[in-house]
């Protein structure tokens, strides 16, 4: 199965996806990198990678459907089956929902539907919760909404400090999102 992953900033879980896959953890190919920012260190791990990229800022196009009917004839290009957002900040629109209708997964560091949206991680430490995760899921139209794949729980404890959290979350999610990815893999060949 071809794969394009979209991604944002660091890309530690593109680089933990592209590892799975070399490692046979995963069966698919990691074909293309759709990046929104020409300055994301995802970039360099892709390129490190011997992974193709592309990047496209939005703002460069006059309106979301432009944007996404760009980005969508370079899928279509690399016969793409399968987008999995890796850090993306952006939220998916009709143009790519309706060309791969629940064939869309994203990672989101928090136990959805608690803490949806760009801060998961910080606002559960905020909140003063016991307890946090990650959740894996498919993109629908909401933010964070999406039938849940897979859940993992982590604690917070009393004094841990932010960055702890950080760590354990990003440690999960690159256990998690690989093995749940080919788990969906595996579902849709089917």
């Not at 260190?41 to 390129?47: C, D, H, I, N, P």
């Not at 354990?168 to 849709?188: D, R």
């Amino acid at each position: 199965m071809k794969i394009a992953v979209f991604a944002s900033g660091n890309g530690s879980n593109f680089e933990a996806i592209v590892e799975a896959v070399r490692d046979g953890k995963v069966e698919a190919e990691i074909a293309l990198l759709v990046c929104d920012r020409p300055e994301a260190y995802v970039l360099k791990r892709a390129e490190r990678l011997g992974i193709s990229s592309i990047t496209l800022q939005p703002k460069a196009f006059e309106s979301k459907i432009a944007y996404e009917t760009e980005v969508l004839d370079h899928l279509q290009a690399e016969s793409i089956e399968l987008i999995v957002l890796a850090g993306c900040m952006r939220i998916v629109g009709a143009t790519l929902l309706k060309a791969y209708p629940k064939r869309i997964v994203n990672i989101h560091p928090s136990l959805l539907p608690l803490y949806p949206g760009r801060q998961g991680i910080e606002d559960a430490f905020n909140d003063g919760a016991t307890e946090t995760g990650v959740t894996v899921h498919l993109v629908d139209e909401g933010i964070d909404t999406g039938p849940v794949l897979a859940q993992r729980k982590v604690a917070i404890h009393q004094g841990d400090a932010i960055e702890l959290l950080e760590g354990k979350i990003h440690a999960l999610e690159h256990e998690l999102f690989p093995e749940v990815i080919q788990t969906y893999i595996k579902k849709l060949k089917s």
